[in-house]
Each structure stands twice: as structure tokens, then as C-alpha cells.
């Protein structure tokens, strides 16, 4: 469309200024349009430019690329109103790259522009009714944008593109300008796992994070792995953490991440080696550096930083500016200097979100640290050693219909299972088996008897004793019997020297290993052999075969003794009681419920903590 002489101006000095209206031309235009006006034998208006002119105002090497001779010049304002090409002046030292964005993408999406560190202010609309949106050409948005000024060029004359649609997939692209134009590609779909609704997500509430280097022993092997980050998605789900994410880099967003504006946040870039480090000094997470080849970043973590205790560490940031610098390059920051070694590594970014992907479970992009018991054995994190790890299965086990003051006891429970011998009639109170229960059972529990339970005050051998009313049927022989009683003799204390196990010491150590079937805080039971009764303390750590955080401290030497780990040893302050721990294979338990008022007739019940943990309905029978 050719230019208006209404709507431009051509100055003495060579300023070309749009006057009127908002139409955009292509930047052949421009050119056919100044020759125009040479052609002209006198000036008009307010363009100062005829054939008198001693100077040829323009020219083109190609349609798509145009010069303007000195003193001939446009402005920003002015480059707002082309696209198609490339225009160069004042000898070189100023060009506007022209800038074509193709593909597709799953709604109307305002397009973003990061140029140098910094979002561009918008002025080429959206992708429906933008300018120069071609839609029969897959064209979403066409502009030329200042490259170089004064002689040099802007961070190298890169740009990013990016889609950041709260409902859509983000994606971005980066390119970098010349004379003509140069193509971007942005594809987005609909994102069936994000909340389209920016109110309800911001209902939702902050998701904690704790920034920097974070060690979390994600799959359970008693050893931390390390990421720059450690969500903590609350009461919600993995699936509204990807969506907060999501809500937290949308298009828009000035709050911060690591000291960057959530609209520009990324994640890992690049992970730089480094020595020569300040002696007694480090850099921090969020600190902006600058490299010897005038790249900036912000780091997102530094092993340094954790420790202080030497010359040498890892940074792992995010390129604002400029590219990765090289072997030997300097690093500035404001904390401290140091010397880059070796050749940094980059990282595979995430487009579509900085967490990672979700498609009904996670996986985390490069660093990306979530709280392990937020996570299910289907999600997966990638450490800085660029490992992938899933936790373990962790499950709830859980028992409703409390109320307040019951008194809960959930333990594993171990089984003998056996046949009934003989015959037997309803009512008998001796029951003869086929193998006898074992010596380390207690001699008073439950016995399970062709599908009924019964309570057994004795045993020895073969022969059990059965509470009254006795057997609830006759028996021909051959009928199925389990006992199951607590498994009160799981561990044996060791007895080896340390700090552990003694009088006073708050660390409690096994023969073997704990494993990851119990709570991570709770209650211990140690059994004292001289007084024939179980002591109780609580823990607030396992490590290995050990229990940390004992209270109270020992009260004596338990060496040698058994004992056992309740899953829970509480009381009810609510209508439930829940505790989380792992699933390795499918285990048998048992509650005991009481109130301490005695106002209630105790109840047992059993249970299974299964793939999908346990939940049990408590029955409180009034004790008249």
C-alpha cells in the first residue's frame, strides 16, 4: 500500500516523521514513495524533498532491503509503521531488522518480543487482529525492529519470540536479525492440564519455593541429589503447581523469580565451572554476573555459595544477554569475582513452562526441585547431574471418624498361618493346629478361625487357647487359621559403642536397616526386658538404621533389646489422623482405638497399606 502524503513528513534535515493515521506499508513503499517525492520539481507540504535535492534519498539492493542515505532517517515511532524488510541509515550505524512470525497457535495470543534483557513494548497487537497478520499465509505477525544503533548492535542483534497464553502451551523462538527479514516459528496448542481462569489460579494462593542450591533426596536412597530450586505445593495438587507456574510466567508478570520478571523467567540456561574465586567471598542466587565476553546472567544457583570454603564452584544461570562465555573468561558480580573453567554446558530449556511438562504426572525440567513426598512414583526430576529420578511410591494411611481425645495406635502387624487339626465342636475352648505359633508371638492375641476372628489368652505348642464363648463353629479338620498379633519384635537394638543406644544418648540404632515404610516422625517402642513392658519415645528422623531426634533421651542402655515403629501413636486432636509414609510392597497392620475418658468400647480393625495407601472408618460403640 503505498504511503500518503498526508500521513508522513520529510524534514530539512532528513527526518522522516509519521504524521497521521496508523496504515503500515511494506518497506519497498518507503523507497518508491521518497523517490516519488525527488521526482517532484518543487517541495509541497511539509516534505522538504524535490528534485532540486542534491541528494538521492534512498535506495534498495532488494525489495526487502532498503538504505537510507544521510541525512534521510526515520525514527522508532516511525519504523512502527513498516515491515517487510530491513531499513539501514545514517551510513550503517542504525538498521531495523524486519521480523516475519509464522506458524499457528491455539487462541488469539499477544506475542512477546525480548530484546536485550528486556520485553518490547507492544505495539503490533495480537495474532487475530494484529498488524500485518496474514492468516491465509500462516503469517502471525510482521514488524521491523531496531538492530543497531549508534554503530552497535543490540545484544548481537538477537531476539526472542515467545507465547506465554495462560490456557495454551508456551513456546518461543529465538533469531537473530539482519538486512531483509528473519523468520521466527511459534506453534502453540491448547493445554488441556492448564486452568484457562487467571482469578482461580491466583485463588489458589502462593506455592512456596526455596530458592538456590537445594539438596532433596528425591528417590529415597539416604542420599540428596541437588536442584536450584524446592517447591512446596501445599494442600494442592502437582497439577495446580504446573498451572501456578504456568500463572507465574504468563505473559505480563513483573513478580519475580530469582531476581528476573516472571514473564521472562526460563529456568537453566547454561552451568558454568569456575575458579580463581575471591578468597572469603561468593556469589548469591539471583546476583546478576557479567562475563569477559559482555554476556550477563543471573545465577539460579551456585554450589560455592553454600559453602565458602574455597576458590572453585558451579554456577547454574539463566543468559540474559549476549551468548555463554568461553574457558578463561572473567565473571563480575557484586559479591565477588572469578575466572569461568572449562566450557560451560547448556541446558535444554522447556519452552512451554519453566517447571516442565505435564501430561497427568511431571516431568521436571534441568534443576527443577519439588518437596519428594509432593511428588507420586509416576513424576519424574532431573538433578544437576542430569539424572532422572522418581520417588517412591509415597501413600497415606489414614482413619476417619475420630473425635477428639481418641487415642490411636496403627502398627504392622506379622501372620502365622496354619490349619486347624481334628475335630472340633462350636463352643470348645482348645483348638489344635497343625504347626504351633511361634515362640515370639505374644501369648495373648487374635486368631482368625475358618474366616472368624477370636481372641486367644494362651498357647503352647500345637494347642491355643480360646477366649470365651469358644468357637463360634465345628470344625472337621483342615480348616484355615491365622494369628495375627503386632509386630512388637521387628528390630533388635545394636549393640556396638557410640552415641548411640546408651544412657542419655538421643539416637537410636538397629541391627538392619529401618527402610522406607515409616513415618518420618513418630513414635519408637523399646522393649524392656527386666521390667516386661515397652518404653516410648519419640524420633524425628530416619537415617539408614538409625532414629534421630530421640525424646526423651535414653533412660538406659537398650542394647540388644527388640523393639518396633508404630505407624501411629497419637492422640486424635481432630476427626482424622492421617501419616504418610512409602509403598514398597502391599503390608498388614491393625488399629486400636480407645478414648482416653473410657467412654468407648475398643476397637480393632485391620488393614493393608496398598498402592494406593489405606483409609479406615473408625467405629465408636458407646461403652455402657
Known amino acids: 500500500m503505498a504511503l500518503l502524503d498526508a500521513d508522513w513528513s520529510v524534514a530539512v534535515n532528513g527526518d522522516i516523521r509519521t504524521e497521521a493515521n496508523a496504515t503500515t506499508h511494506e518497506v519497498l513503499e518507503l523507497h518508491r514513495w521518497l523517490m516519488g517525492l525527488l521526482d517532484n520539481s518543487t517541495s509541497s507540504g511539509d516534505d522538504y524533498l524535490n528534485v532540486t535535492n542534491g541528494i538521492i534519498p534512498s535506495s534498495r539492493s532488494t525489495d526487502n532491503i532498503i538504505t537510507l542515505n544521510s541525512p534521510y532517517n526515520i525514527d522508532d515511532t516511525a519504523a512502527e509503521r513498516f515491515y517487510n524488510g530491513s531499513i539501514s541509515q545514517k551510513g550503517g550505524d542504525d538498521l531495523y531488522s524486519g521480523l516475519q512470525v509464522v506458524g499457528s497457535v491455539a487462541s488469539t495470543t499477544t506475542l512477546m518480543l525480548v530484546q536485550n534483557g528486556s520485553v518490547v513494548t507492544n505495539h503490533w497487537g495480537d495474532t487475530d487482529t494484529g498488524k500485518n497478520v496474514d492468516a491465509a499465509n500462516s503469517i502471525l505477525s510482521q514488524i521491523i525492529i531496531k538492530t543497531r544503533s549508534g554503530g552497535t548492535d543490540i545484544d548481537g542483534r538477537r531476539l526472542r519470540v515467545q507465547a506465554r497464553e495462560l490456557g495454551n502451551t508456551y513456546a518461543e523462538f529465538s533469531v537473530t536479525l539482519g538486512q531483509g527479514f528473519g523468520v521466527a516459528a511459534i506453534f502453540t496448542n491448547s493445554d488441556d492440564f492448564n486452568q484457562t481462569s487467571s482469578g482461580t489460579i491466583a485463588g489458589w494462593g502462593a506455592f512456596s519455593n526455596t530458592e538456590g542450591y537445594q539438596g532433596i533426596d528425591v528417590n529415597a536412597d539416604a542420599t540428596d541429589e541437588y536442584y536450584y530450586s524446592q517447591w512446596d505445593r501445599g494442600a494442592y495438587s502437582v497439577n495446580q503447581l504446573y498451572e501456578g507456574a504456568k500463572y507465574a510466567s504468563r505473559r505480563g508478570e513483573t513478580a519475580t523469580m ?52 574455597g576458590t572453585t564452584g558451579t554456577m547454574h544461570v539463566q543468559l540474559i544477554t549476549g551468548t555463554a562465555p568461553s574457558d578463561s573468561d572473567s565473571i563480575a558480580g557484586a559479591s565477588c569475582n572469578a575466572v569461568v573453567s572449562g566450557s560451560p554446558t547448556a541446558r535444554t530449556l522447556n519452552g512451554n513452562c519453566f517447571l516442565g511438562n505435564y501430561t497427568g504426572s511431571l516431568t521436571g525440567a534441568y534443576g527443577v526441585g519439588v518437596q519428594p513426598t509432593d511428588l507420586s512414583q509416576n513424576d519424574t526430576l532431573r538433578s544437576f547431574a542430569d539424572t532422572a529420578l522418581s520417588p517412591p511410591n509415597y501413600v497415606d494411611l489414614e482413619v476417619t471418624g475420630l473425635q477428639s481425645g481418641d487415642v490411636l495406635f496403627s502398627a504392622k502387624t506379622k501372620t502365622h498361618t496354619t490349619t486347624a487339626d481334628g475335630v472340633h465342636s462350636s463352643g470348645d475352648t482348645t483348638l489344635t493346629l497343625a504347626s504351633g505359633i511361634p515362640v515370639d508371638y505374644d501369648t495373648i492375641g487374635r486368631i482368625i478361625v475358618d474366616g472368624t476372628e477370636h481372641v486367644f489368652t494362651a498357647y503352647s505348642g500345637t494347642s491355643v487357647t480360646i477366649a470365651a464363648p469358644g468357637l463360634s463353629g465345628a470344625l472337621s479338620g483342615g480348616e484355615a487359621v491365622t494369628v495375627t498379633q503386632f509386630y512388637s519384635d521387628e528390630f533388635t537394638l545394636d549393640t556396638a559403642a557410640g552415641v548411640y543406644n546408651d544412657s542419655g544418648d538421643t539416637v537410636i540404632q538397629f541391627t538392619s536397616a529401618i527402610g522406607l515404610g515409616f513415618p518420618s516422625t513418630g513414635k519408637v517402642r523399646v522393649w524392656n526386658t527386666a ?41 486424635s486432636a481432630g476427626s482424622s489422623i492421617s501419616k504418610t509414609v512409602v509403598h514398597t510392597s502391599d503390608v498388614p497392620g491393625r488399629h486400636r482405638l480407645y478414648n482416653a475418658a473410657g467412654n468407648i468400647v475398643p476397637f480393632e480393625v485391620g488393614f493393608t497399606i496398598g498402592s494406593a495407601g489405606s483409609s479406615s472408618p473408625a467405629i465408636r460403640g458407646a461403652d455402657a
Open 531 to 571: 521390667n516386661t513392658w515397652f518404653e516410648e519415645y519419640s524420633y524425628t528422623g530416619i537415617s539408614g538404621s538409625q532414629l534421630t531426634g530421640i525424646s526423651p533421651s535414653l533412660s538406659r542402655d537398650i542394647s540388644a533389646e527388640t523393639g518396633f515403629i508404630p505407624y501411629i501413636n497419637e492422640v
Open 258 to 309: 530469582y531476581g528476573i520478571p516472571g514473564e521472562m523467567f526460563r529456568g537453566i540456561t547454561h552451568s558454568i565451572a569456575y575458579d580463581t574465586q575471591d578468597a572469603s567471598e561468593y556469589f548469591t542466587e539471583g546476583e546478576l554476573v557479567t562475563f569477559g565476553n559482555g554476556a550477563t546472567a543471573r545465577i539460579l544457583a551456585d554450589t560455592e555459595a553454600e559453602v565458602d570454603a
